[in-house]
């Protein structure tokens, strides 16, 4: 186990193996993030480690996205510290940010947007080159081996706004790989798109997660459609309540303290959210 | 026309023409993909009063309209960054406000001054030598700039938060975006005038969007329809002795709904 620190209810394995930081990709020390007057995360303590898949979750408004923008280094804390890359947040650099693939929560996209999939995939090299580079065909073929990973290499010359939701969370996994990142940061990547492709979206990040060495961090609100497929879970809810392992994590006393809601969990482990989340 | 052609200030008036239609086409792609198009239209406002205060006080116009749309951009996309207000509110204020400013600069003028007014509507068939040279010069440092942060530029008018995330410095793009924006109505101001330089930014842009679902495709047919707006323009002003600003805009205009009309995303059959 590595080490996860929760602030309010600590992990039983705290205390546990603690990495080195050649090993750590995050490390949050008591670290508060938010704006002056408006607190979104407080007094957050959690390594991540290389190779780790875990997964964020926790109720709407309980600062995954908060987390996600302090990850990629676009949000500092206003207390305690953040480093990424054994680099301070504070002095994080362009080149650091591009060892990170972010996949964003999917926003509207204008279906008439002119960009075709490979346009927007080479997008993804642009942060790695530096300014005054142009792309050469190393980038492309690196775009296209990245389309090749999500199976949309067949789509590289359609436009981006004719394909489906699910296809167009392929693509900008794509994206994301183009940077030829060491982290995965995938914020709600299941959202907004139908269940069949939620499975399929996940099943492909486990797929990168395990053929390309990548760590993981999926933020979701869905807990069992990522409970089988992480190493460990961070549960938030402003504060950091418990980190570990998912059978660990996902007890009721803890889960009905965060939601606020009574909890189920059924003899096949589907956790049942009561007014929360329906299967 | 091959008379026509021999003429120096025919010369001058399709050069000068040619180079604000490729130009403006060019930063109008990033406009319209961004959303900034009023932005386009409150620098150009703003760049007029600057016009307008230069004669008054009796200082050459180019500096102090630079100075104007410069200060007016900035300080739109700060305003847009801290959230304080949304960016059509922000430009409208500006907009109105730098225009209010023109009309007090030139009703404090003590006699009529035609060549504010030439800024205004534009006046591309008077165009000088010395002019169409600064012309020149600003619009290459102008499609320069683009060229060199082009990635980049596209990056942040497809989607500035995910550029950020990515490694690029998109802040700092982005208000090179809005210097690029200020400076090229700056350049196009004498051409085509403040009121229609904003219809050349946004027009050629939003035809080529019609027709193509490639940024690189969309960019390379918005210079050509704004080029050939341009010079058609000035040749068709000429011939039919119309003004020449409203010329080139209203054939432009034409190519637009031409498009509009033909577009292969109206009809779903979309070629990248």
């Known amino acids: ?279 | 026309m091959l008379e026509l052609l021999s003429y120096d200030f025919m010369q001058r008036s399709l050069v000068a023409a040619a180079l604000v239609g490729a130009l403006c086409s060019v930063i109008g792609v990033f406009v319209v993909l961004r959303g900034l198009a009023f932005v386009g239209a409150g620098t150009a406002h703003a760049a007029f009063a600057g016009v307008a205060l230069a004669y008054l006080v009796g200082l050459p116009p180019l500096p102090l309209a630079i100075v104007f749309g410069l200060v007016t951009v900035w300080v739109t996309g700060l305003m847009e960054e801290q959230g304080r207000m949304k960016l059509d509110v922000s430009i409208g204020i500006l907009y109105t406000a730098t225009m209010a400013l023109a009309i007090l600069f030139i009703g404090l003028m003590k006699t009529y001054n035609a060549e504010v007014y030439g800024y205004l509507f534009g006046s591309v068939l008077s165009v000088t030598t010395e002019e169409l040279r600064i012309i020149a010069t600003l619009s290459f440092l102008v499609l320069g700039t683009i060229l060199a942060f082009s990635k980049e530029l596209y990056f942040v008018a497809f989607d500035q938060e995910m550029a950020e995330a990515s490694g690029v410095p998109a802040r700092r793009i982005y208000y090179l975006l809005l210097t690029l924006v200020a400076l090229t109505m700056v350049v196009s101001l004498k051409t085509v005038g403040a009121i229609l330089v904003f219809a050349m930014v946004l027009i050629p842009a939003s035809t080529a969007y019609q027709l193509t679902h490639s940024l690189r495709h969309m960019t390379f047919y918005a210079v050509g329809i704004g080029t050939a707006s341009s010079v058609g323009g000035v040749l068709l002003s000429y011939v039919w002795d119309v003004p020449t600003g409203p010329a080139i805009v209203l054939l432009a205009t034409v190519i637009f709904f031409v498009s509009v009309l033909l577009s292969p995303k109206r009809i779903r059959k979309v070629p990248c």
Not at chain 1, 28 to 54: C, M, N, W, Y
Not at chain 1, 60 to 81: Q, V
Not at chain 1, 105 to 133: A, C, H, S, W, Y
């Open chain 1, 1 to 279: 186990m590595r080490v996860s620190q929760g602030t309010e209810r600590p992990n039983k394995e705290e205390g546990g193996l603690r990495l080195s930081m050649s090993q750590s990709i995050v490390l949050f020390q008591h670290a508060t993030f938010g704006f002056p007057g408006v607190i979104a995360l407080k007094d957050i303590s959690l390594e991540i480690a290389r190779g780790e898949f875990v997964g964020v979750i926790g109720p709407n408004g309980s600062g995954k996205t908060t987390l996600c923008k302090a990850m990629l280094g676009l949000m500092p804390p206003l207390e305690g510290t953040l480093r990424i890359f054994d680099c301070s947040c504070e002095k994080l650099q362009c080149h650091h940010r591009a060892k990170i693939g972010y996949l964003p929560q999917k926003g509207v996209l204008d279906r008439n947007f002119p960009i075709t999939v490979l346009e927007t995939v080479m997008m993804g090299r642009f942060g790695v080159l530096g300014l005054f580079k142009r792309p050469h065909m190393r980038d492309r073929a690196i775009a296209e081996e990245a389309l090749s990973h999500v199976g949309m290499l067949d789509h590289r010359h359609h436009a981006l706004g004719h394909l489906s939701g699910g296809q167009q969370q392929r693509v900008f996994i794509a994206r994301a790989l183009a940077q030829q990142p060491q982290v995965l940061l995938l914020d709600e990547p299941t959202t907004g798109i139908d269940m069949v492709t939620q499975h399929s979206v996940l099943d492909l990040v486990k797929r990168l997660h395990h053929d390309l060495g990548l760590t993981v961090v999926l933020i979701t609100h869905d807990i069992n459609m990522i409970r089988a497929h992480v190493d460990r879970l961070v549960l938030l809810k402003t504060r950091l309540y418990a980190a570990g392992p998912p059978a660990d994590v996902l007890k009721p006393d803890i889960l009905r303290e965060v939601y606020g809601k009574e909890v189920v969990i059924t003899d096949n482990d589907l956790v049942i959210v009561e007014d929360y989340h329906h299967h």
